[in-house]
Structure formats: C-alpha cells, structure tokens
C-alpha cells in the first residue's frame, strides 16, 4: 500500500512529523552497501577484483584468536583480546556476499579453497563463465557455496576438522554454484559513487575529532605509529568524523596493539586515513568495545588517490570495523586475520581468512524497520528514521517533489 505525499521544497529543511530518533545516521544511504561482505570494482588493468586464498566468507568455523590446527595462526601472533570489547563471532554467519561491481572486462574474481556461506552469494556485473570464454571467473579452485563441511567443521572450543567439498556445491568452472552474472548493480554504485553517495560526501564532512599519533603512542613510538599498547577512542552519541593525524608523510601502523573504538547504542564513527598515507597493521587487532555500540557502526574510510595498497594488514583480528578505499586503484591486503568487517576496494587481495560481515546499514543504524523510501522520487537527500510514517527532510532548489512512502 502506496502513500504519496506532495512536498514544496523552498530551501529550507521540512520538519519531522515524528521527534527525529537519536539513532545515528549517516549522511548517505548504505541500504545496498549494506547487504555486501565485500565489493570489489576493477578495473581488470589493477589486476583482479577479489583475488582470495584459503578458508571462508560469511563464517568464522575457528577459535579466537585462532590456532594452528585451525588455522590462520593468530594465537600468540596478535595481541590479547581486552576485556571491554563485543565478543567476536564464531561458527557460520551466512552473510559472505561478493559484489563485482565492474562489467567485463574489467571486473573477475578468483577463489582458491575458499568456503563461501552467503544469502546472495556471489553476483558480478559481468557475465557469468571463465575469463577466457568472456566471463568473470579467473580461475576459481576447490571453492564451494554454502557446504557446512567445507572448509572444516568446529566443535565450538578449539577443535577444527578438514572435509573434502561437495562437488555439487563447487563455485568452480562448470558448476558455479551462488555465483549469478550479469547483475545491475546501478543501486549499489549509486550510494558509492553516485553525486550523494559515500564518496562524493564523506570527504566534505567537518571532522569532529582528531586521532593525533603525530608524535606516535606512546610518546617514545615512531611517528604516524601505535606501538605496544592499547588505544581505545571514545565516540559521542550520534555520528563522530575522526580524521587521522600522522604528521603527514607517512603511513599509520598499528603495530603490536589493540585499537578500540568504543560508545553509546547511538554512535557511529567515520575515521579518515588522509590522502598521504596508508593504513598498516602489523600484529593487531581493531575492535568495537562494549559500551552500546553496534557491530555495524565503524567505517574507516581512506582518502589516499594514489595507486596503492591503502589498507595493508598481516595477523589481526577485526570485529564490527568497515574498510572503504573507493578512489581509481585502491587496494586492500589482507593476510592471515579473522572476524567481522566489510571491504570495498577496486582490487581486494586475501590470504588465509575467516570473515564474517560487518557493515553499515540503514535499517541497523536507525533502529529497524518501519518504512522504506523510493529514493529515486528525492531531490535531493532523504532521512529514514525508525517511525511509522514520516516526512523525509529534503534540501533543494525552489521546486515540487514526491515522495513516495510505502509500507511494509
């Protein structure tokens, strides 16, 4: 059932017919966004899109940290886990989705030994079929959709057991199982990239903090570094844009360390790497705390437009943190790690993880359902909060817009 609502727009904000929510909202819609694991762009020229060796999407089947019978080996690899952090997850989540959102021949993927455990699975813009018959597959191997066996089975303690796959559950050439090609994903590059979308917007939003590691932390560590220690940042209700602060010219490492960022059920963090240096993490972990805030509500967002590896991690653990790199040849490495996180990238490189998802989303952050808005009748910019019914708040130009609020 269709309500339309008629709204003249005069450049002003129109008032709420609700009390706004003290959720936090982010200046820009995630509901695409938000079912994705991992999207990965292209073009083919930065090399592949996602490219990922060994263990699984949508499922953490391992102790945490990690053991070696499990594997990756994280235990006594990363620091110990701080008391006052949400629990990272362990056993199968479902929500592995890969997006290539490039067409060919741009945009391929590649899988090797790889458990993919997802609702949408695996979609690209191109069509479906091996690269050198046209398609996006760039030679995927022993990788198998949503199979409970594959790649191991866990006893909940530390016990993890090896299966051989399901050859009817192979995402491999010739069977492709989850995986759909020739997808539109207008939607989803629109909140990425479109003229209102994450990327036209975040870099434009007034910080309201600085993460200062200048000097580095403590005082006696390397500039741009926090070395041996535990960092937490501690947000103020409703949504925080934190800009990093490493003196300039040189990359932030995380070396050693657990960083945290911690506040109320109404907290959202937006923390900008600047555009002259890359993240680092070596032997560290980034984790939400246990103060209130969702797993959903942490994006680290790098603004370097440099062709380059702009998040580079080797052993960490990462639960309720959002990895965003999304200028022309961005990229992310990530090597042995665990947890929950979400990565966009145009090229996203992975060696030995268990990854379950973690990513912002308009019904999570905002309380729940209640409505959904055709965003394509806005002018501008629309606000979704948790009521019923609502107003959304548009800024424009003198005109008439229409609304269209449906129900559900």
């Known amino acids: 059932m269709y309500k339309v609502i008629p709204l003249v727009v005069i450049s002003i904000l129109m008032l709420y017919a609700n009390p706004i929510p003290s959720y936090a909202e982010l200046p820009f819609f995630t509901d695409e966004i938000g079912k994705w694991l991992i999207v990965g762009n292209g073009p083919f020229n930065v090399a592949q899109a996602v490219n990922t060796n060994n263990y699984e999407f949508g499922a953490n089947k391992a102790p945490v940290p990690s053991n070696s019978d499990c594997g990756p080996t994280l235990l006594g690899a990363v620091p110990d886990l701080p008391p006052n952090i949400l629990p990272v997850f362990s056993g199968i989540s479902g929500d592995g989705n890969v997006a290539i959102i490039m067409s060919m021949p741009d945009g391929v993927y590649n899988l090797q030994d790889v458990g993919v455990f997802a609702d949408l699975g695996i979609k690209t813009a191109g069509p479906l079929g091996v690269t050198g018959d046209g398609g996006t597959d760039a030679g995927t191997s022993e990788s198998y959709f949503n199979d409970p066996q594959y790649p191991n089975t866990f006893d909940g303690i530390a016990d993890c057991t090896f299966f051989a796959g399901d050859p009817l559950k192979l995402i491999d050439d010739d069977v492709f199982t989850g995986v759909m090609g020739s997808v539109d994903f207008t939607a989803l590059k629109a909140e ?18 600085i993460l200062d590691v200048s000097s580095g932390i403590p005082g006696s560590a390397s500039q741009g570094v926090i070395q041996s220690t535990d960092v937490t940042i501690n947000l103020d209700p409703g949504l925080n844009v934190i800009d990093v602060d490493t003196g300039g010219g040189v990359d932030f490492l995380l070396d050693n360390s657990n960083l945290i960022i911690d506040g109320p059920a109404n907290s959202f963090a937006i923390i900008r790497i600047p555009s002259d240096a890359n993240f680092i993490i070596s032997n560290g972990n980034v984790l939400v705390g246990d103060g209130g805030i969702g797993l959903n509500n942490v994006i680290f967002y790098s603004e370097n437009a440099e062709n380059n590896v702009h998040f580079n991690f080797d052993n960490t653990i990462l639960n309720g943190v ?12 990530i090597n042995n790690a665990q947890g929950c996180t979400q990565l966009i990238a145009d090229k996203i490189t992975l060696n030995d993880v268990r990854f379950t998802r973690c990513a912002p989303d308009d019904d999570r952050m905002v309380g729940g359902s209640g409505m959904a808005i055709d965003k394509t009748s806005l002018l501008v ?3 979704e909060t948790n009521s019923f019914w609502m107003i959304p ?14 129900k559900f």
């Open 381 to 383: 910019y629309g606000v």
């Open 192 to 209: 990425l990239y479109g003229p209102v979308g994450a990327r036209a917007v975040i870099p434009f939003l007034s910080p309201d903090d």
């Open 393 to 406: 708040v548009i800024v424009s130009s003198i005109g008439i817009g229409i609304v269209i609020a449906r």
């Open 322 to 333: 959002a990895f965003w790199t999304l200028e022309p040849q961005g990229e992310i490495n």
